[in-house]
């Protein structure tokens, strides 16, 4: 990336790496473009996060689809309980195991080591926003009174706010792959609720 700089600099296009779930925001990931960043001065050179990276309980419709699709209810309701008390991806498999799990049990049970990390803040962003150039804005869910249930966007646009971010938030959605097997999914519906949701956040 260092050696393509230069060509970005030429054409004036800006490589964002995508901070993506389950990447910590303090960790090898992020210093390692920073200390590029810092050392060349470039501004060619930025991030893309992912607010994913902030969810704080596990998206209700992946829970509900599991159920649908023969995970064990209890099962589930300990793989949310686990995300949420933030135990290691080890200890949930471990635990798991010992229930009597079948597929979709062990499936889900991997699956929610692909979210977040929990330790991740929406403040640990300020740091990263004078190079952040784009933002994924991930939802699963937009519910009748626009809240994403798993997410805390209200902290996030806030953080945005206070670090003077000017980009771009493109509305996300994944919720649909979750939902289609049972129902049919109005995913116009569901982005124009994140666009109303995120302005409110922001005239607020």
Not at 45 to 72: C, M
Not at 124 to 131: E, G, N, Q, S, T
């Amino acid at each position: 990336i260092e050696k393509a700089l230069p060509i970005a600099e030429k054409y004036d296009v800006r490589i964002c790496p995508e901070v993506h779930a389950p990447i910590p925001l303090k960790g090898k990931f992020v210093e390692s473009y920073l200390e590029i960043i810092h050392r060349t001065n470039t501004k060619y050179l930025g991030f893309n996060p992912d607010v994913g990276i902030f969810v704080k309980r596990l998206p209700r419709v992946l829970l509900d689809y599991h159920v649908r699709l023969g995970a064990h209810e209890a099962i589930v309701r300990y793989i949310d309980s686990a995300y949420r008390d933030n135990v290691s991806d080890a200890a949930r498999l471990a635990a798991v195991e010992k229930m009597g799990p079948n597929d979709m049990d062990r499936q889900l049970a991997a699956m929610a080591g692909y979210y977040g990390p929990l330790d991740n803040e929406p403040k640990d962003l300020l740091p990263l926003l004078p190079y952040s150039y784009n933002i994924h804005g991930k939802f699963y869910e937009m519910t009748e009174d626009l809240v994403e249930p798993s997410i805390p966007y209200a902290d996030i646009i806030a953080v945005l706010i206070q670090g003077g971010y000017a980009g771009y938030i493109n509305s996300e959605y994944e919720g649909q792959r979750n939902t289609q097997d049972a129902f049919e999914t109005d995913s116009c519906e569901q982005v124009r609720r994140h666009q109303v949701m995120m302005k409110r956040l922001m005239e607020a």
